[in-house]
């Protein structure tokens, strides 16, 4: 079975714990909580607070930014946003394809043409950009 790279929150914290060589219960002293409640919040059958998050940075020295965010996976996606949101732009496409400017014959004083068309706005495709810069041509006549 193929090991993930994203741990749990209770496996992060759990994993902490025995490096730094303490009990649930001196966690659960320290945090001013239960021993169950660490047992629980390490098998992933309770969801901690934003208050135990933060006594639980402290206590264990981890950041208490990706506590939050190994406690709450789906804040990172609101946070980042979703893949599909993150992939490249079109004009990053389009500047990274030496062949289609190869291919196009797109000189550098275009390059810089076309670069201030995506800056202007969202362009859906690389092949936009040869819809825009032919019509650019046409106009002046190349």
């Given amino acids: 079975m193929p090991k993930t790279t994203e741990r749990s929150f209770g496996a992060a914290i759990r994993e902490r714990r025995r490096q730094l060589d303490l009990t649930q219960e001196e966690i659960a002293r320290q945090i001013a909580t239960s021993t169950p409640y660490i047992g629980h919040l390490e098998s992933g059958k309770r969801h ?20 939050f965010f190994l406690a709450n996976p789906e804040a990172r996606t609101l946070v980042n946003g979703a893949p599909e949101e993150r992939r490249r732009s079109a004009w990053e496409d389009f500047r990274r394809d030496s062949r289609l400017r190869r291919v196009h014959n797109i000189s550098a004083d275009e390059m810089e043409l076309l670069a201030r068309v995506a800056a202007m706005g969202e362009v859906r495709a690389p092949r936009d950009f040869i819809y825009v810069l032919n019509a650019v041509r046409q106009a002046l006549g190349r």
Avoid at 49 to 59: C, G, P, T
């Fill in 48 to 67: 901690p607070s934003e208050k135990v998050i933060a006594r639980l940075s402290e206590v264990l020295g981890l950041s208490s930014r990706e506590l």
